[in-house]
């Protein structure tokens, strides 16, 4: 006998943009969809006539994230809420949960997402002395203005499509070791964190190892206590939602982040 | 001043189907591709000419994973290496790292990922007795063969396409009470487990709910001892590589395993 | 043939408390320590007689933990490393690597890790409406001063000593519902947090339920839009390091904090 | 107005060993304890009296495992439950959540744990050609004899005890590189595997150091197509639980499994 049971799409992860004239809006959040009623066709007899598939569930969520502001959670879980009871008449309950990671303005465009962030020291040597590097990891950034990706090299499996307005986000780990020991350490730090941050969100990127240089650049041209940096930066894309066959336009507005495939991009930047 | 630098793709999850006629072979494997060499034009001056995208590393990957059999890792990283020095000439070296999952065979068409799943047990009551219940967590099953998914309800989201041959996947968690306390803990809980794996493999599966019920039916029937059972099944989807535009025919054969969004089933099923 | 090697300890975990007559500091740090030179004796015949034991490093970091004021890892991590290298005459190289989360002080003795914190909001319900509840996760707060348990319920198996100053953290988890579907989402979901932070702060805690309740009777006494609200409260134990082997006192001022196991306490507060 | 309630300890970690004449068993369980009833004074008054420590309910797994057998979970739990409330008036309802995880044995006094391990390839070079290295990651593996640690390097921060019985377990990764490119290389990967787990198994181990090498130098030995193979065997701590303080001996028999901090121990073996 068939008890109580309920189906749904878990893990829809979402990026709103809302383009104001003079500042975008980041919005991030995870929504899940349930579900309840009378299913017991579906489960004893596999008919799938009164099944509105997971798939969608989620489709509706980016359609609804592009109609609506989604300036907060709650209204935008129940109009979500309200349209799948109305559209699906065996369904007696419907669940959304809603889940927002608060990015934080870094300027007009560029965002920080605080908290994964570590700050880093290594003391490494022996009998003849120590280097000292430092350094942070983990620090999430994405910008949503100039940053694109054209004029790159084609082959045969290449159909990437170029763009001149992308979502620019990355997970920052940096190191840089310094020419001396005895050190503001503290001061230091916070400096070539706001060098990254500034670097970060002023540049005109056309690539992720474009900005990362400039990012470095700016480090050991700022800080001359700065030896050397090393960058990574991971490429943590953000797809555009097709939202083409609902017949909505997706002017880089509703994106789908993505953790893997995940580009991975690395560098060190010396001291001329 | 550059340094060492190097950039790529990391994260390519791939599953590869080998469809004997007889039986399926399963291949779990993620890719990682590295390029270095002279990218200096790149990142100094954001001139993209020579550099391929990671999404067509990515590309390359799936490509090659439909036309070589991928038996063994070492010699699919061998041809991903060979080619990708070959077609771009600014590359100096090139890094492709393997990672290998190995599910076990369960039948011809069904596979286990041995490795998350814990046993459970839960005691819980008061001064007039206690229930007990017992149950497993994270099982990985994956069939091949026998799951489709069609005649489901459209609406205007919709536009997933009807398929009677696809991948079910999921991480198996179930919970079952039992009638009495006194009873053989470990015979009974291999007992159930095994019938949740046979009826899993052998299931002419027309949805996740259709098999989630006839699983739990089998155990209410199987094992008089259980009183119910609740089962949940994570649809963990492996969508079809899109090869078409590489001019290759994919037959099922080579997946994207994702982690997120995913569908999510329940349900409870008693004894009548 | 015996290759290049090292050996060390990591995961040292370390909370260090700097106890200014206003205002506490809290440092909270990850220490690894790593050796490189002759161990060639210990690997191949088994003699440990040049082997100093991992434990060991840990020992020497909480000491030195309790010795130096640890205002910024890197000279924490010179010191050690020299320590070590001046003590060790075998050893040619010492690695040591520390890795910094950042608290920031929300008053006198109480401090809060950003990052991990999620906004959360459910909308369920059916044809007779829907509840709304909106909610936060894993917001990670540590008071320092104003938390004891004494007095409680002792069993032969109860070791606990009675304290009035301990630390107390938690990963705060909340959930609340509102009477009303038509509000000020945003400046309500402000509100409760900035009530539950204030409790949390302010408390003169005698027990994880203490405070817990407190803070749920002040957001139900603050917002009257709100109809009840369920706190989860993870004791996430720092343990005093023990340091008299050493001849070092610790007034509370070196802590291990620890992940498992880890007491949970979950209540709902209701309007009256 | 306080409504429902609980409170308990989570995450308690257990390793159970039975020592029979020829062979040990190996139990790894986690423990949830929680209690519900009247704790009102507690949440309103701060008054503990009625409150049992959620550190007592920890001791009182550890001695119940040195006590019963744990041969199943389930009566386990039951024993628990049943203690819990018979000694605590004031409790209504008990709940205990138990999850093992299931080691497989290798021989009389060695396990793995299924599940982590991964396989591992990497192809890297350029125009001179590529190397490639197999490997495997996280593999779990512990011994439960055979296994000591003594005549060890003291200074005054040392305060370890010497054993010649104690449980050594991690989680081994290792990577080899091959002299050619034309190889068997799915026999090589099983070949190389099975050396090292019966390296493991069968070494009389004065440390981790000593059985690394000796896993290593018997690959190198057993497997003339490798050319040298490194090792990373982080060392996951066992524990003895601290029985004493209620009358019980422990001998070797209850574990307390920790994951921070842990050993660290490296090293390439190569072909002499």
Known sequence: MLGRNRYGKSGIRLVRLVRHADRHDFKDVTVAVSFEGDFEAAHVLGDNAAVLPTDTMKNTVYAFARKLPLEEIEPFGLALAEHFLKENAVVARVTIELSERSWKRLSEHAFE????????????????????????????????????FAGFKRDPFTTLRETEDRILATALSAEWSYRKQDLPWGLLRRGVRQTLLEGFA?????????????????????????????????????????????????????????????????ATIRRG
Request: glycine share 8%; proline share 5%; charged share 20%.
């Open 202 to 266: 002023t540049h005109n990127s056309r690539s992720v190892q474009h900005t990362l240089y400039a990012m470095g650049e700016a480090v050991v041209e700022s800080h001359e206590a700065v030896n050397e940096i090393r960058l990574t930066m991971p490429n943590k894309h953000h797809l555009l939602a097709d939202l083409s066959p609902f017949g909505l336009e997706n002017s880089n507005e509703v994106f789908v982040p993505t953790e893997e495939p995940y580009g991975l991009i690395e």
């Open 113 to 148: 997402l605080p908290g994964q962030e570590r700050r880093l020291a290594k003391v490494a040597g022996g009998r003849d002395g120590f280097s000292v590097t430092a350094g942070l990891a983990d620090l999430m950034i994405a910008k949503t203005s100039r940053s694109g």
